[in-house]
């Protein structure tokens, strides 16, 4: 039965186990086979075509082609909204709209999906649920993002805390607590943040292997964490090692660029001047190659570079 219902259905789950076993290229295969069979089987607004456009967009924003990924679901969200409003699928787009939105820095489109995602997830599942629980942990993403931190903390704890009962070793609480980190360090809370840095990290160690970026990103904050305590010897220490492996693994990303910055401000207040300036270089060239002109990204490695370079020609 090579274009059944029961073939199409196989393809579906296929591609819904491959992205959890990050095998994004077989997933998009299996994904986009059961869609054409699907849409030759039903009409258009059919909930099984509906779910795979909705696996299709999370399948394509877990790989970072969030164009794409939208078209899809809003589509199939605009679909939903007719036929199932109040159900777990629209609750799935909506997400991953949100997460999408952040992605652009649409931060105001984000908190809508989300809290409009949050909202139907709390009216479907009982709470703790860990549907409910990842929809808090993003939407404390999105707060932070937001430079929210009070609310963002307020969000993270509840998830955090029902995860401490339900998932107390997996990957969800330890992205709670690398994110109550973030917001304890932008809250100038250096003790509650260290915690939560090192307990993200132990777990972390745990379930990836040693060059995972997932562990990398933690090495970066727990270092840039550092800095801001003023540790530097010691932030040092966990920032040039992370850096080395990003090197290699992820030579152009966010992550190096955010290790670099922080090499760089480590080195400053070392009195290693061109050090710091050679990071700070670096850093700046990739945050330009990433980002818009203008980003909050940019203009913070632009000063730093500026006042290094200001400094030498005192001396």
């Known amino acids: 039965e090579p274009t059944g219902p029961l073939i199409a259905k196989g393809l579906y789950l296929l591609g819904f186990a491959a992205i959890y076993l990050d095998q994004m290229t077989e997933a998009q295969q299996h994904i986009t086979e059961c ?28 790989k970072g ?5 939208v078209a899809h679901l809003q589509s199939g969200v605009s679909v939903l909204r007719k036929t199932e409003p109040t159900g777990p699928l629209i609750t799935n787009g909506l997400y991953w709209l949100g997460f999408a939105a952040m992605n652009f820095e649409q931060l105001a489109e984000a908190q809508q999906h989300l809290t409009e995602c949050l909202r ?23 707060l932070c993002k937001k430079r929210d931190f009070s609310e963002a903390v307020a969000h993270l704890q509840s998830g955090v805390s029902v995860l401490r009962k339900t998932e107390p ?4 609480i330890a992205k709670g607590l690398y994110l109550l980190g973030f917001a304890a360090i932008y809250l100038d809370q250096m003790t509650e943040a260290q915690q ?5 990290l132990r777990l972390r160690r745990a379930i990836y292997p040693p060059e995972d ?35 290699k693994t992820e030579p152009t ?24 300036q050679q990071h700070f270089t670096e850093c700046l060239r990739l945050r330009q190659a990433i980002y818009p002109r203008g980003h909050s990204e940019i203009i913070a490695a632009e000063t730093l570079l500026q006042q290094i370079i200001e400094g030498q020609r005192q001396r």
């Open 120 to 142: 139907l997830r709390q009216a479907i599942y009982p709470p703790g649920h860990i549907e409910i629980v990842d929809a808090l942990i993003t939407f404390g993403v999105m």
């Open 253 to 276: 990303g966010p992550i190096k660029a955010n290790g670099l910055y922080w090499l760089g401000v480590a080195a400053m207040k070392l009195d290693q001047l061109a050090e710091a």
């Open 169 to 172: 070793t997996g990957p969800l």
């Open 196 to 200: 939560h840095i090192t307990e993200c």
């Open 65 to 69: 082609d969030f164009s794409e990924a």
């Open 35 to 62: 869609l054409r069979l699907r849409r030759a089987i039903y009409p258009p607004e059919d909930s099984r075509i509906i779910e795979v456009l909705i696996l299709l967009g999370a399948m394509l924003c877990m």
């Open 213 to 247: 970026s997932r562990i990398i990103e933690v090495l970066i904050l727990l270092g840039a964490m550092l800095c801001m305590k003023g540790d530097f010897s010691e932030a040092v220490a966990h920032l040039q090692p992370s850096v080395s492996v990003l090197n």
